[in-house]
């Protein structure tokens, strides 16, 4: 099994909708994030949180909102999607701890298209 | 301000060497880290470097420059299955990583 999950890997939906896509992880890291990738452009943070009680917003979290439901869960909603939110988005977990270089370790990726 | 550039695409030939440059600016500097996209795919860790030099892993190595803002990955014996995009990244004084574009290495027979 995969130590970091997301569901759903596809999802198509409509304008308007309510999305969410859920990340849970078996690393027992502290430190999640959501990204999105779109052709031709880097990834694109979205939100981050260091523990369960932390909550940040990434360089692109318009449009997005998060919740951290425990150290292994962390779910990014869509609470009215729109066409340009179309990307694939992937959630990722690091542990900054002695020793340890901040290393990603990423999901397997959501693929969203909005229609 | 922050920015980073790497080549959109490079082409390269099965068993030979390719070196795929990235260029950075930041005021301040935790590391940079290289890593391979298969099309579709999450990326994967290949390196990672905080200081100046070159670190080697097998066919892959990768060479930091902190006073010039220059990484590059090198591979070696390019095989097929070498085909990816790869990302370079750099850690800012947050702790944030910011991600390059990547490159799209294409390997030809």
């Known amino acids: 099994d995969a130590d970091v999950t997301q569901t759903p890997r596809n999802r198509i939906t409509k304008t308007g909708k309510r999305i969410m896509l859920e990340c849970s992880q078996t690393?027992?890291?502290?430190?999640m994030y959501w990204y999105r990738q779109d052709p031709g452009l880097g990834l694109r943070l979205i939100y981050y949180s260091f523990d369960v009680k932390d909550i940040n917003k990434g360089e692109i979290s318009d449009g997005y909102s998060v919740s951290r439901q425990a150290q292994a869960k962390f779910s990014l909603s869509l609470e009215s999607a729109i066409p340009n939110q179309t990307a694939l988005y992937f959630c990722?977990?690091?542990?900054?701890?002695?020793?340890?270089?901040?290393?990603?370790?990423f999901g397997e990726g959501s693929r969203l298209t909005v229609l | 301000g922050q920015n980073i550039d790497q080549p959109t695409e490079m082409t390269a030939t099965e068993g030979a060497i390719v070196q795929i440059n990235c260029t950075y600016q930041?005021?301040?500097?935790?590391?940079l880290f290289w890593y391979q996209q298969h099309a579709g795919e999450a990326p994967t860790f290949l390196s990672y470097n905080v200081l100046d030099g070159l670190e080697e892993k097998g066919r892959f190595s990768s060479f930091l420059s902190r006073s010039k803002g220059y990484s590059y990955l090198l591979l070696k014996e390019l095989q097929m299955k070498d085909s990816a995009s790869y990302l370079c990244?750099?850690?800012?004084?947050?702790?944030?990583?910011?991600w390059g574009a990547g490159t799209k290495l294409i390997i030809k027979p």
């Open positions: 990722a977990t690091s542990d900054l701890g002695q020793g340890d270089t901040g290393e990603l370790f």
């Open positions: 930041t005021s301040g500097f935790n590391g």
């Open positions: 690393k027992g890291h502290d430190r």
């Open positions: 990244a750099f850690m800012d004084s947050n702790y944030q990583l910011i």
